[in-house]
Structure formats: C-alpha cells, structure tokens
C-alpha cells in the first residue's frame, strides 16, 4: 500500500463526456488533497477520454471492452495504492468536505468496512440515505428515516462509499459475474455477515444525477433482469440453511403468483415485459447452480454474524406469502 496518499479515489466511466468534469473537479476541490485518482473507462465511444486526459493528475485506464460495473470496480480496486478507496459514480458530484467525513469514520473502528454518505438530487432533494432488504424476498428498498448522526446500516448509497481495500477483498468485493446492479448491496451484505459495519454518515454530501449512464446504455428488460437475477444470487448465496428455506418458498410463490397474474392480464404490456425478464432470471439461475453453490460455500465460510442477529436490521415482507414462509425460520 501507498503510505504517501490519504485515500484513493476510483471514478468508472462509460460514455460520460458531459458528466465526467463535474465529477473530476469535485473531487479536484476536496479539502484533502492527497489523493490518488483512478479514472476506468469503459471502453467509451465519446469524448470522455479527452476531458479526462486534461486532468493531469489523473490516471487513466481504459478497458477494451465494457466489463459492467462490477468488472470495471474490479480493475479500480486491483490498481489503488491506498487502504482506504473511495468509488465514485460519474455522474455524482461530492461536497468538498465529503472525504474529510468519511475518512474521519473509517479509519475511527477496525471493524468498519464500508462508509458512505448522503446523496442529494441537483435541486437538493433526497435522493438516497441508503437501502434495505426485505427477507424473505430479498427485494431492496430505499431507507426512509434517519437518526441525524452515525448509523449502521444494511446499505450505503452505492453512488459514493468508500471501503477499506483489505477488508473489501478479503470477503470478496463485488461480485464480477453480477455485472450491473444489486451488486453493492449484496458486497456490504458480505461485509455485514462476515462481522464488519456498514457505517451512514449524513455529514458526507453528495450530489447525483442518477442512472445517468444506465438510462442511456440499457433497456428496461435488461435492467429488470440483472436486478432480479442478482437479487436471487445474493439471497441463495448469503442466507444461512434455516434462512434460505423460506426464501425459496417466497420464489416458488411468487412465480405461481406472476404466472397467474400473466393470465389474467391478456397483453398487459409491463406485466409481460417484467414477467419474460423474472423468468429468464430464474432460468439463469438454474442453469448457474454449480457456481452458485461455490459461491455459497466461501461466503458461508467467512460469516461471523448469524442470520438471527443480521435479519433483524432487515425489513418483513407484509403480503400472507411471506408471513407464513417467515415463520418457519422464526
């Protein structure tokens, strides 16, 4: 590691020529200013790499082909010199106390694995304070409410957070087969499991533009389908033997459920559409269980948390399926 720099800061682009600057000079103006800069592109067909190269303090790394988010975070964080990594949309803007907070939390406990902050809208809305996960179902929803001070939480706002490099790849960091989307969730899933915390600090602000890039490089139907197909790999991955039962319940439910509702609908467009993208995620799980259980295998072989103490920070699902899938794991 780099002694010589405070943190390091890995910024993925795709195609980002209008948004990229807004996002170097923040950082540029940050009241710590020993920083390394790691710009991954992947592989834009824009000017993004022209703005980037006017930032001479900046490296480059250009990837031949679009790796998804996943694959592109990977390349950052193999080539950061720094313990502490920061990873930064490049569509999201920081305030230049941002690294000030978030460094002064996670080099504050051990334990901590992961820091990250709150998100704004440009007009100065909310835009995210983190997330959470339903169980049995998996399905993550935005946190609602804040204490005001430092929490744990299930997960930080993806768009800006930063880990500790050595605890990142020692439980894995995101999952590469993943791609785009849930990815983050289900890596501070990891880190939560394997007994480190997962810190907000509101304090830390951040401005977000918001699936800038996602919007303009994807489909409804894909998104929709690497959300549900990721979700259903993080919970066969994550949950304990007595957890995933019910979990697997849930899926065989809610799939008679779509079915049905398929039936009813005749050609309601957006059921159609979001059943295809469900169950060609299910098909592709099936078809990906081999790997998935060596998956399964190292996670449950790095937890230190069990799933009574991690499920209670998680929501409950309040549709009857659930409910009664619940109470075989309570």
């Given at each position: 590691?780099?002694?010589?720099?405070?943190?390091?800061?890995?910024?993925?682009?795709?195609?980002?020529?209008?948004?990229?600057?807004?996002?170097?000079?923040?950082?540029?103006?940050?009241?710590?200013?020993?920083?390394?800069?790691?710009?991954?592109?992947?592989?834009?067909?824009?000017?993004?790499?022209?703005?980037?190269?006017?930032?001479?303090?900046?490296?480059?790394?250009?990837?031949?082909?679009?790796?998804?988010?996943?694959?592109?975070?990977?390349?950052?964080?193999?080539?950061?010199?720094?313990?502490?990594?920061?990873?930064?949309?490049?569509?999201?803007?920081?305030?230049?106390?941002?690294?000030?907070?978030?460094?002064?939390?996670?080099?504050?406990?051990?334990?901590?694995?992961?820091?990250?902050?709150?998100?704004?809208?440009?007009?100065?809305?909310?835009?995210?304070?983190?997330?959470?996960?339903?169980?049995?179902?998996?399905?993550?929803?935005?946190?609602?409410?804040?204490s005001g001070g430092i929490e744990?939480?299930?997960?930080?706002?993806?768009?800006?957070?930063?880990?500790?490099?050595?605890?990142?790849?020692?439980?894995?960091?995101?999952?590469?087969?993943?791609?785009?989307?849930?990815?983050?969730?289900?890596?501070?899933?990891?880190?939560?499991?394997?007994?480190?915390?997962?810190?907000?600090?509101?304090?830390?602000?951040?401005?977000?533009?918001?699936?800038?890039?996602?919007?303009?490089?994807?489909?409804?139907?894909?998104?929709?389908?690497?959300?549900?197909?990721?979700?259903?790999?993080?919970?066969?991955?994550?949950?304990?033997?007595?957890?995933?039962?019910?979990?697997?319940?849930?899926?065989?439910?809610?799939?008679?459920?779509?079915?049905?509702?398929?039936?009813?609908?005749?050609?309601?467009?957006?059921?159609?559409?979001?059943?295809?993208?469900?169950?060609?995620?299910?098909?592709?799980?099936?078809?990906?269980?081999?790997?998935?259980?060596?998956?399964?295998?190292?996670?449950?072989?790095?937890?230190?948390?069990?799933?009574?103490?991690?499920?209670?920070?998680h929501a409950r699902n309040d549709?009857?399926?659930?409910?009664?899938?619940?109470?075989?794991?309570?």
């Open positions: 590691m780099n002694k010589d720099r405070d943190a390091t800061v890995v910024i993925l682009n795709r195609n980002g020529e209008k948004i990229i600057e807004r996002c170097l000079s923040s950082i540029m103006a940050q009241t710590i200013k020993n920083l390394e800069i790691i710009v991954v592109d992947n592989n834009s067909t824009d000017r993004s790499n022209e703005i980037i190269k006017a930032f001479p303090s900046v490296k480059l790394i250009i990837n031949k082909s679009n790796l998804g988010f996943t694959g592109g975070n990977w390349v950052g964080i193999r080539n950061a010199s720094s313990e502490y990594v920061a990873f930064i949309n490049n569509d999201t803007a920081l305030d230049k106390d941002w690294m000030k907070h978030i460094l002064s939390i996670i080099i504050s406990d051990p334990i901590i694995g992961v820091v990250g902050g709150k998100v704004l809208k440009p007009d100065g809305s909310v835009d995210s304070i983190g997330g959470c996960i339903y169980y049995p179902s998996g399905r993550q929803f935005d946190r609602r409410y804040e744990d939480v299930v997960a930080v706002p993806g768009s800006a957070f930063m880990v500790k490099k050595s605890v990142a790849l020692k439980v894995g960091f995101l999952d590469i087969d993943f791609f785009m989307l849930y990815d983050e969730v289900d890596f501070f899933w990891r880190l939560r499991l394997a007994g480190y915390r997962c810190v907000y600090f509101p304090k830390a602000l951040s401005w977000h533009l918001h699936s800038y890039t996602f919007s303009r490089e994807w489909t409804y139907f894909i998104g929709t389908y690497f959300l549900i197909r990721n979700m259903m790999w993080s919970n066969l991955k994550n949950l304990d033997n007595k957890h995933l039962i019910p979990y697997v319940l849930f899926e065989i439910s809610f799939s008679m459920k779509l079915i049905a509702k398929l039936l009813l609908s005749g050609n309601d467009k957006n059921v159609n559409r979001y059943a295809k993208a469900y169950f060609i995620a299910v098909a592709k799980t099936l078809l990906s269980m081999k790997t998935l259980y060596q998956k399964r295998r190292y996670v449950q072989s790095i937890r230190k948390v069990q799933d009574t103490i991690l499920l209670k920070e549709d009857i399926f659930s409910k009664l899938f619940g109470l075989i794991s309570s």
